[in-house]
């Protein structure tokens, strides 16, 4: 008698989680799994966490060395918010300090698996920029490799290429990309030739059914404009992390109008980037629906910013408690930006 009660207790404590296992696994397997992005409070560095449908992970830069302050904030948004237990790929997408800073104690926080970079610093100084050069070589060890222009990051159900490594540009167009309307190209002003760390700057294009999302790290203005005149090499995307931060070494007009984003993310600080001349390019682009940005910009007037309710933060640096942003995007091609500061989301659809 009491055998068989303890049996029957035993089968239904194992049809139930039988049933607990299915509902997770559909949760899982099944097609509401979103690709997300975040964009963590780097204080005008970068460090972006993509996290495709199917859980992989690539995160591109990782902010400032900082008392380890971005390695943290990164490290919370990825396993508290994310779920993540590795980091499968990182790009580090130039040895700039706002950029491979966090590397060192990222590293000791959570695993990374490959470390993709554009080959070893031109900017190896002696100074701090060469404390990070060899912080980076010792995390990364014998995980590096250098993509090249047209590879694939192969995260699983995401079509992501790369278009920018070394100074060099993906030479035919993609994404529907080709020639660019003749006046949008008639002699574009330039700026100082870069072969330093900005322009070598690891950049891509990442592809989920109709969405499209580019970033491009720190590439600078005339790379910019190489990358769009005389043919759009690159189509029109949804999403674009505007380049650099914002700060005017970059945001040629000629770039920002061609590949006419539906949304723009700035990932300025409140004093780097943020350049009103810049807010005022990205704003006035054709198609632009909205511009968000990490941080309201001390550096440029009220108004050159983008409405509050967009602005994941507001304070200065000291006072700054790193509020992201996140984008959500659906199979479908919906998607939405959340505003963690004040929880304000907007849906969009891709074209
Ligand atoms: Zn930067």
């Not at 030739?193 to 322009?199: I, K, L, S």
């Not at 507001?314 to 505003?339: M, Q, V, W």
């Amino acid at each position: 008698m009491m055998a068989r009660l303890v049996r029957s207790r035993l089968a239904s404590v194992l049809a139930l989680l039988a049933i607990a296992a299915a509902v997770l696994s559909a949760q899982r397997g099944g097609t509401t799994r979103m690709l997300d992005i975040y964009w963590v409070d780097v204080e005008g560095g970068a460090a972006t966490l993509i996290v495709s449908p199917s859980g992989e992970s690539l995160l591109v830069d990782t902010g400032w060395r900082k008392d380890d302050r971005d390695a943290r904030r990164i490290h919370e948004v990825a396993t508290r918010v994310a779920g993540l237990r590795k980091i499968d790929y990182l790009i580090t997408t130039h040895f700039h300090a706002d950029h491979v800073g966090g590397v060192g104690a990222l590293s000791t926080l959570i695993p990374i698996d490959r470390f993709l970079d554009h080959g070893d610093t031109v900017e190896n100084r002696p100074g701090p920029a060469a404390d990070e050069w060899a912080i980076y070589q010792d995390a990364s060890k014998g995980k590096r490799s250098q993509p090249k222009l047209g590879d694939k990051i192969p995260l699983e159900g995401l079509d992501i290429t790369v278009v920018a490594v070394n100074g060099d540009l993906i030479p035919g167009a993609i994404n529907g990309g080709g020639p660019n309307a003749p006046e949008l190209c008639s002699d574009p002003a330039l700026k100082k030739p870069d072969n330093g760390e900005n322009g070598r700057s690891v950049g891509f294009l990442l592809v989920y059914g109709t969405f499209e999302f580019l970033d491009l790290g720190d590439l600078t203005w005339n790379k910019e404009i190489d990358m769009v005149c005389p043919v759009n090499r690159l189509g029109k995307v949804d999403l674009l992390q505007v380049n650099h931060h914002g700060m005017d070494l970059s945001g040629a007009p000629q770039f920002v109008n061609s590949v006419g984003a539906r949304v723009a993310i700035m990932n300025n600080g409140p004093r780097k980037g943020g350049i009103g001349s810049y807010l005022d390019i990205v704003k006035r682009a054709p198609g632009l629906e909205d511009l968000w940005q990490l941080h309201l910009s001390l550096v440029a007037e009220r108004e050159r910013n983008t409405a509050e309710q967009f602005i994941a933060n507001l304070d200065e640096e000291a006072a700054c408690t790193g509020h992201y942003l996140k984008a959500s995007i659906a199979p479908d091609g919906r998607y939405t930006i959340t505003n963690t500061r004040n929880n304000v989301s907007r849906a969009y659809a891709s074209r």
